[in-house]
């Protein structure tokens, strides 16, 4: 079955780099996602990668991709306090997935 | 251009009542997914609708809780005689099209958070 896992919690310093951490078990995924949920809301699609990539970037955010060992990451540059939030890596499963399958989320604490 | 949205945002029950979630998908969304979120939990899948058809149900518990997505009107998620351990929030997500062979994108809601005293 699939599995997705992240650390819960991430504190950093404003103006530092953020880097959030996923696995996950399926191989045959074809794209990954990092969703935002800020407090008491729902969650924003941030951005997604496919699975033939190993790196995606997008202003202050870089996705990179280890498809070998199930590895996601997403850093955040110069990260601001609007960035605290709730960050969840997603997959869909196998070729025929007709929904997402989430991670537990990461609490990230910007520290002004 | 509203998104999805959902109501109650907020709904306190009692043990053994019932309680009504109601999601309407952005407008051109045919698809409707239901998610649940246990405190300090990730979103756990729970179905997928189409208009007036379950496609996948895997993810919901075997009693008390059911899903419909009418041909007219929002989709409700309904769970009878509640229990404390059914309090999470409840989030509604629509697409346009199945999600599999694309990028997939969700459009959330902003979410029902059930309370069971």
């Known amino acids: 079955g699939e599995d997705v896992e992240q650390s819960l919690f991430l504190s950093v310093r404003e103006g530092d780099s953020s880097v959030i951490n996923c696995t996950y078990t399926d191989s045959s995924s074809t794209y990954l996602y990092w969703y935002k949920q800020e407090p008491g809301a729902g969650l924003q699609l941030l951005t997604y990668i496919f699975s033939n990539m190993d790196m995606k970037q997008d202003q202050r955010l870089t996705v990179l991709l280890n498809k070998k060992d199930k590895h996601l990451s997403l850093r955040i540059a110069d990260t601001q306090t609007g960035d605290s939030a709730i960050y969840f890596c997603?997959?869909?499963?196998?070729?025929?997935?007709?929904?997402?399958?989430f991670g537990t989320g990461t609490r990230l604490t910007v520290i002004p | 251009n509203a998104g999805v949205m959902q109501n109650p945002r907020h709904l306190v029950r009692r043990r053994g009542q019932e309680a009504r979630l109601r999601c309407s998908p952005m407008k051109g969304h045919s698809h409707v997914y239901w998610y649940r979120q246990l405190p300090e939990e990730g979103l756990k899948f729970m179905v997928y609708?189409?208009?007036?058809?379950?496609?996948?149900e895997s993810g919901m518990p075997k009693e008390r809780f059911s899903a419909e997505f009418p041909k007219e009107g929002p989709s409700i998620l309904r769970i009878q005689q509640v229990v404390r351990g059914d309090s999470a929030a409840y989030f509604c997500?629509?697409?346009?099209?199945?999600?599999?062979?694309?990028?997939?994108?969700?459009?959330f809601g902003e979410g029902s958070r059930l309370t069971v005293l």
């Open positions: 609708l189409q208009k007036e058809n379950i496609i996948d």
């Open positions: 997500a629509s697409s346009p099209r199945r999600t599999s062979g694309n990028t997939g994108e969700l459009f």
């Open positions: 997603a997959e869909t499963q196998g070729t025929g997935a007709n929904n997402l399958f």
